[in-house]
């Protein structure tokens, strides 16, 4: 390959169809990979040119051997899953991290990011996880002497890895049409969506995109915006049944808002798939004890995928790579929460 077209470590992931994380531990030797695994991951690489950047290989021009992971709230789910893989990457990279929490407080990432120049004294680069920054924030930290990587950002000049939001959604909401329902609503985030996350916008536009390809018009009364947790989900699913009505069927614009939607139709003596047949996004944790069908995203896959494209700008600052955005795939993966409709 050249070096415009250089492989990473997701071509080596799909063409040995493993995972992120699977590819990541082969290729530094680390334990708990299968022989039959490391041998087709190795095979992969050679194919493709790929080699990892050596764990013992000091970084090129560091001066603290440390990078700063930073998330909006280390204790979600997402963030943690994201963090443990970008971890284990960067220490077998021998590299220190400093996990920084913004405790959704935007005073705390106004005062690392409107001048980064103390960060860059601590730490020689920044994995972002799903933090939204505004124009100031991407002009300062793209001017400093920080390599960045992200997860989940739009817009940036650096690497990021994410999934296609709207893609996922529109996924989803295909899946219920499919399914014969097309007396849809969405339980959509009311996060703000400018600056570099946009998620619940994407998703929002995803829904809509998929009924306007059905030749539907998205009802007002039946898109209702609350928190993505479960409690927004609670919210707004009580809110759709009480002051509005039940639909056919509903897309969570996440698996947390699913899971309140749940509770809520169960208080209200619905049920689903029986009554309404109810779709997420993410593949939580606890979607599959709960039996949800939803749309997976690979989230310790982002994070280990940003950890290497970030580790290698740092040991190979002079590479001339032009920086990249990578969507991962996102399944469908369809468990007992949907069926046909029967109207």
């Given at each position: 390959m050249t070096?415009?077209?250089?492989?990473?470590?997701?071509?080596?992931?799909?063409?040995?169809?493993?995972?992120i994380c699977t590819v990541s531990r082969a290729l530094r030797g680390l334990p708990n990979v299968s022989h039959d695994a490391q041998q087709r991951i190795e095979d992969a690489a050679e194919k493709l040119g790929y080699r990892a950047s050596s764990a013992a290989s000091r970084l090129a021009g560091g001066r603290t051997g440390q990078v700063a992971i930073v998330a909006p709230k280390a204790t979600s789910w997402f963030f943690a899953e994201a963090v443990e893989a970008a971890e284990e990457v960067f220490a077998d990279s021998g590299l220190d991290t400093v996990l920084v929490s913004l405790r959704g407080?935007?005073?705390?990432?106004d005062r690392l990011f409107d001048d980064p120049t103390e960060l860059s004294q601590r730490v020689d680069g920044v994995l972002l996880l799903g933090v939204n920054l505004g124009p100031a924030h991407v002009e300062a930290l793209s001017e400093s002497r920080l390599a960045v990587a992200s997860v989940g950002l739009e817009g940036v000049p650096w690497d990021n890895v994410g999934i296609d939001d709207e893609a996922a959604a529109?996924?989803?909401?295909?899946h219920l049409?499919?399914?014969?329902?097309?007396?849809?609503?969405?339980?959509?985030g009311d996060e703000e969506s400018h600056g570099t996350v946009t998620t619940a916008a994407q998703r929002r536009a995803?829904?809509?995109?998929a009924l306007a390809q059905e030749h539907l018009d998205t009802d007002p009364d039946l898109?209702?915006?609350a928190p993505s947790t479960i409690d927004g989900g609670y919210r707004a699913m009580t809110e759709l049944m009480s002051t509005r009505r039940v639909p056919s069927a509903v897309f969570a614009g996440c698996d947390e808002a699913a899971f309140g939607a749940l509770k809520a139709m169960r208080e209200h003596g619905l049920s689903a798939p029986k009554k309404v047949s109810i779709i997420g996004l993410d593949d939580h944790p606890m979607s599959s004890f709960l039996g949800l069908t939803t749309v997976a995203q690979p989230v310790p896959d982002q994070g280990a995928f940003a950890a290497t494209l970030l580790t290698e700008r740092l040991q190979n600052p002079d590479d001339g790579a032009n920086p990249e955005d990578h969507r991962l795939p996102t399944p469908l993966i369809e468990r007992k929460t949907t069926r046909r409709s029967r109207h």
């Open positions: 070096e415009r077209t250089r492989a990473t470590i997701r071509d080596v992931a799909t063409l040995s169809g493993l995972s407080q935007g005073k705390v990432r529109r996924a989803a909401t295909r049409l499919d399914l014969g329902h097309w007396d849809l609503a969405m339980l959509t995803g829904f809509e995109r898109v209702v915006s």
